[in-house]
């Protein structure tokens, strides 16, 4: 197969990326951007480590090929601080204590975001719900919800 390029805004950038057209979003965040806070936890889209958001709605990076980006906006973990101040829901992970290990919590992170930005103050069904999708074999999720709980209210 030849290879292709794909235009994508990634984390607020604009990259013309040369890849082959079998890759996936994560392989091409990870290995030709060099963004390695996206992690690769299955390879299969059951673990929702690799989420990112694409055009705004949470996605399983291992699962997207890189010319499905072509013209979109990716956003990662590297994506959301901002002027060397962590995200609000990034912070309320570490305030909260709602990582551990640290391979679902970019993932976790990202699906966090993701539905405070279409619902600032979810219920704590709803939080499980919008996580149901990540899986963490670290902390219970109870942490994890709680973070989630703090930053409600706070994200744009």
Known sequence: MSKMIVNARINGE??????DPHRTL?????DTI????????CGTGDC????VLLDGKPVN?????????????????????????????????????GLQ???CTPGMVMSAVALLRRNPEPTETEIRYAI???LCRC???????????????SVH
């Open 14 to 19: 604009d990259h013309e990326l040369y890849t």
């Open 26 to 30: 994560l392989e091409v965040v990870r």
């Open 34 to 41: 060099g963004l390695t806070g996206t992690k690769e936890g």
């Open 48 to 51: 929702g480590a690799c989420t």
């Open 61 to 97: 990076s291992c699962l997207v090929l890189a010319p499905e980006v072509d013209g979109q906006e990716v956003t990662t973990i590297e994506g959301l601080a901002s002027e060397g101040r962590l995200h609000p829901v990034q912070q309320a992970f570490v305030s909260e204590s």
């Open 101 to 103: 290990c640290g391979i």
């Open 132 to 134: 149901a999708g990540n």
């Open 139 to 153: 902390t219970g999720y109870d942490k994890i919800v709680r973070a989630i709980e703090a930053a409600a209210g």
